[in-house]
């Protein structure tokens, strides 16, 4: 943990920096694309004036992208966190330099002509390949790796919007799969690391400071609730036409290369609409926060920045999901505000903490990302209770994440809820087969053979002697090879297995550690016993470990009433007596 630790603050930093290369090259391709200048100003799209041209330049940018993507590296197509999930899960937490250096640049010429993405996923993805590469020139585990790759893709975050509690919060719930402290621990330093630096390099303070309040009412938390519902049925909408867009784009007689210029026709034309739909959209997300977005753009925002978005992310170019997210939910929150009590900007507020949370299966996250984000921290009760809605209308009706859902189309289903090991829950007393059957040390290899040719009825046997202490193990592959092998048939099983290594365990031994040594060892029973005499107490196989599976599912399933059971039980004995 200190090691990875310690390591975490140089990851933390090239997690920082890589963000600041990533805003400027995003700002850098703005003003190429759309001013036709060389300059890492903060632009906006709005207020260039090109005409048609706004319908060209979106596809020059995705032709560039799909030409990235299809000579350098197929990885950098997508949103980022499902490849940083995949990567974490399927690949050993090992991304490559080209991905590192490609997936900013792609995202950045994405963006800047137009994309309606955020760079929240491709500071992730960039975040986690610094920390990948970095892991990769020591001699580390794959799951030390993942903890580095991770702690890069929290800072990565972190550096972006300021919201070092969320970042963290997303590496519990998205993308380490653990709660450790070795893989914490680190994360927490990387991204405090990175809100340390985030003032030198990108600014300080919230990222979308508001000052509207809630109305002194009873009913905000009832309300907060509603709008949580309303966005989480928005965010189940948004990830199914996402994936039946996507598999539209499947059905295309043309290489995936040319997919993104053709999604990016739709991004033209609603720049055609409204220019607001373009671009990542941070000053909307702030005019949404502030209640200053008129009803007009608020819809446009709602329906056509959704439907571009999704025909460019479906597409399969380099861009970000959690933005779009943001504006979506906001919007919608915005609206929904016009027929509640107080400001609007606050409702876009809860809004985006419902959405984020419905799709992508993080309320924790998205509760505390929302409150980071404006410094809006006594909102927080009612962030959480739009988050929780919207989370569980998701799960009801989603089977899987806006995340994992790509994941899953490629033939990995992942789960995304956590529960601890049954097996490093019950220790080998609470699941061993007591009093087994043994096999004296005096008996001979000879008896032993013909044991097994007809009585047998396991695998092994514990070999005691006459105080029923361990000597050993034999097996039935042990007197096959006496068979081929009949010298020294008298030889006694004291004498015979005295010199063989055998694996034992104590009734207080967890059996997830018992698991463990029948992996390490290859033997399916492992003999119990007791601590000081080391006598044979009970055996624990492979079927007996099943056991804990079963009770763990008992427990999840099994259900019963023991208070009125009880009572009418009570009631049972009272009359007949």
Not at 501 to 529: C, H, K, L, W, Y
Request: charged share 15%.
């Amino acid at each position: 943990m200190l090691l990875l630790a310690a390591m975490a603050i140089v990851v933390g930093s090239g997690g920082a920096m890589g963000a600041w290369i990533l805003v400027k090259l995003i700002a850098f391709a703005t003003n190429l694309f759309w001013f036709g200048r060389f300059s890492i100003d903060d632009v906006h799209i709005t207020d260039a004036s090109l005409g048609l041209w706004v319908v060209a330049i979106p596809i020059l940018g995705s032709l560039i992208v799909g030409l990235m993507a299809r000579f350098g590296s197929e990885k950098i197509r997508g949103h980022g966190i499902p490849e940083a999930i995949e990567t974490i899960l399927f690949g050993e937490s090992r991304l490559s330099v080209k991905v590192a250096l490609l997936k900013p640049l792609s995202s950045a010429i994405s963006i800047g002509s137009g994309g309606p993405f955020g760079a929240e996923g491709p500071i992730i993805m960039t975040g986690g390949a610094i920390g990948s590469l970095f892991a990769q020139c020591f001699h580390l585990s794959a799951a030390e790796r993942k903890t580095l790759l991770v702690a890069g893709a929290a800072a990565g975050m972190t550096a972006i919007f300021g919201t070092p509690l969320a970042a963290i919060l997303l590496a519990i719930e998205v993308l380490l799969f653990e709660w450790k402290p070795r893989s914490f621990v680190p994360v927490v330093v990387a991204a405090m690391v990175a809100f340390a630096l985030r003032p030198h390099l990108l600014g300080s303070g919230p990222m979308f400071p508001m000052a509207g309040l809630f109305p002194e009412t009873d009913w905000n938390l009832l309300a907060a609730a509603a709008v949580g519902i309303g966005v989480g049925l928005q965010a189940t909408l948004l990830s199914s036409s996402l994936y039946y867009i996507e598999d539209l784009f499947h059905k295309l007689p043309v290489h995936w290369m040319w997919w993104p210029a053709i999604g990016a026709i739709a991004v033209g034309v609603g720049g055609l609409i409204d220019a607001h739909v373009l671009g990542a959209g941070y000053g909307n997300i702030d005019t949404l926060l502030n209640g200053s977005l008129t009803l007009r753009v608020a819809m446009a925002l709602l329906v056509v920045k959704a439907v571009v978005w999704l025909i460019a992310l479906g597409s399969g170019t380099s861009g970000g999901v959690l933005a779009p997210l943001l504006i979506l939910g906001g919007a919608a929150g915005f609206l929904m505000g016009q027929f509640l009590p107080g400001d609007a900007g606050v409702w876009a507020m809860i809004g985006m903490a419902g959405i984020m949370s419905g799709a992508m299966r993080a309320p924790l996250t998205g509760a505390m990302f929302a409150a980071e984000l404006t410094a809006h921290f006594s909102a927080l009760p009612f962030t959480m209770t739009s988050a929780a809605a919207a989370y569980g209308v998701s799960v009801l009706l989603m089977r899987r994440s806006i995340l994992t859902e790509k994941i899953a189309r490629r033939g990995r289903h992942i789960l995304q809820e956590y529960t601890v090991d049954a097996l490093d829950l019950l220790q080998a007393g609470q699941l061993m087969t007591e009093n087994p059957d043994t096999l004296p040390g005096s008996m001979t290899k000879s008896e032993a053979l013909n044991f097994f040719s007809g009585d047998a009825r396991h695998r092994s046997y514990p070999v005691v002697d006459e105080e029923q202490r361990l000597i050993g193990l034999v097996s039935r592959t042990d007197a096959l090879r006496w068979q081929v092998d009949p010298r020294e048939a008298d030889t006694p099983l004291s004498e015979a297995i005295s010199d063989v290594a055998q694996p034992v365990a104590f009734a207080d031994t967890p059996s997830g550690v018992v698991a463990d040594m029948i992996i390490d060892s290859g033997i399916g029973r492992i003999p119990i016993v007791e601590r000081d005499t080391h006598r044979v107490i009970g055996i624990l196989s492979r079927q007996d470990l099943l056991k804990a599976r079963g009770a763990h599912r008992q427990a999840e399933t099994g259900r019963s009433r023991f208070v009125f059971k009880s009572a009418q039980q009570s009631s049972t004995n009272r009359i007949s007596n």
